[in-house]
């Protein structure tokens, strides 16, 4: 086996040493990764004892760290904005990015909704109608659907059904039509002329009118209390039994596979979910003081790892008389607990900087200062 140099104290930049090459170009980055072996190597205890790594070993503990730090800082940031993220395009790098929460999520969710009141939404409805037959009381529209072609793998289904007496005012009768009492033609104005049998009409008040079409409609409730429908799992019953063929029933229908369709939508080029939102590896340069010096301790906490696992190779190394023992077990011992706390801390310090911490402190904040001003005495002037 060849002799392989360990570290000689004096560690000079390789690009060739790291494995993946993430941050060979910055200058901040290759300046810190000496310093950084230096710093991991006098803590192992160099130059008192020997360290069985190479200036490689540590430059790649140290690319490592910078890498795992961007990673959890990103999943953190993606965690916290994905809602507004969704949709949005792959192309970008959102690295130095400011993400501002976006409606788009709540009105795409509020489309669902609109769909099924019929006040909008992305699912469109349809119009259709079924004829009327004497003595016929129960019509299939799934059969009808059928019938017709339009039936999907989960059919139709129907939303509204145009089974109800003419408008009131189709029926409003104005007994001052056209008495000469300085009348108007308001209805005309507005196009509501073509709705009554009147032309001409006197300026009434317009609770008068409101009680008209009430009264109107009162009577269609209460003496025409059984003119109505009943729709279950798309059978129509009509009530009562028509007696002749009085026309069609119109109604309003979705395709329910459409309304499936509707929920999905091809996105090659967006933001899916959190494995394709465009964050890159982190860029050393602009990492501030507080990540760096987290990222220095991980480094320590990698490269005591190695150490350990190359220590291990031989646990035991005869000497004269005697044989040495190496810290193997505890320098792994060691290195994984430090690297669970080092996770633990990063993570904690990210979710007290998440936008919900902030959003809670700043309230806190202010109750707080509404507290003490309560406290200050007011001002009185006396003019």
Avoid: H
């Avoid at 953190?76 to 400011?98: P, V």
């Avoid at 590896?281 to 990492?287: K, W």
């Avoid at 310090?349 to 998440?354: I, K, L």
């Amino acid at each position: 086996m060849a002799n392989i140099p360990i570290y000689d104290g004096a560690p000079v930049w390789n690009s060739n040493a790291v494995p993946f090459g993430f941050y060979s170009s910055d200058t901040d980055f290759q300046a810190d990764a000496v310093k950084v072996a230096k710093f991991c190597a006098s803590r192992l205890g160099y130059p008192l004892v020997d360290v069985e790594l190479q200036s490689g070993s540590f430059f790649t503990a140290f690319e490592e760290a910078i890498t795992v730090y961007g990673n959890e800082l990103y999943a953190y940031t993606i965690r916290d904005n994905q809602l507004s993220l969704e949709g949005a395009t792959t192309s970008s790098n959102l690295n130095t990015s400011t993400i501002t929460p976006s409606f788009e999520p709540i009105i795409r969710l509020t489309e669902m909704y609109g769909a099924e009141a019929g006040s909008g939404g992305n699912v469109p409805y349809y119009t259709g109608s079924i004829p009327i037959t004497a003595s016929s009381q129960v019509y299939d529209l799934k059969q009808w659907a059928i019938d017709e072609g339009i039936d999907g793998t989960y059919g139709i289904e129907i939303k509204r059904v145009f089974y109800e007496a003419s408008p009131a005012i189709t029926r409003y009768y104005d007994p001052y039509a056209g008495t000469g009492f300085g009348y108007q033609s308001l209805f005309d104005s507005f196009g509501f002329g073509s709705f009554s049998p009147a032309i001409n009409f006197l300026m009434m008040p317009l609770n008068y009118d409101l009680q008209t079409i009430q009264a109107i409609e009162l009577n269609d409730q209460i003496r025409r209390s059984n003119y109505s429908f009943e729709l279950k799992d798309n059978k129509l019953r009509i009530f009562p039994i028509p007696d002749r063929s009085v026309g069609s029933v119109r109604f309003e229908y979705i395709k329910r596979d459409e309304r499936i369709s509707s929920s999905i939508q091809p996105t090659p080029d967006k933001i899916t979910n959190v494995s394709n939102a465009p964050y890159a590896n982190p860029t050393y340069a602009s990492i501030n003081s507080v990540g760096r010096q987290w990222i220095f301790e991980y480094t320590l906490a990698l490269a005591k790892e190695m150490l350990g696992y190359v220590r291990g190779k031989y646990s035991n190394i005869p000497i004269p008389n005697d044989t040495v023992t190496l810290n193997q077990s505890d320098l792994i011992t060691a290195a994984t607990a430090e690297k669970t706390n080092l996770i633990e801390r990063l993570r904690g310090y990210f979710d007290e900087t998440s936008r919900k911490a902030l959003l809670e402190r700043r309230a806190q904040e202010s109750e707080f200062k509404n507290t003490e001003l309560k406290n200050v005495p007011f001002t009185i002037y006396i003019g």
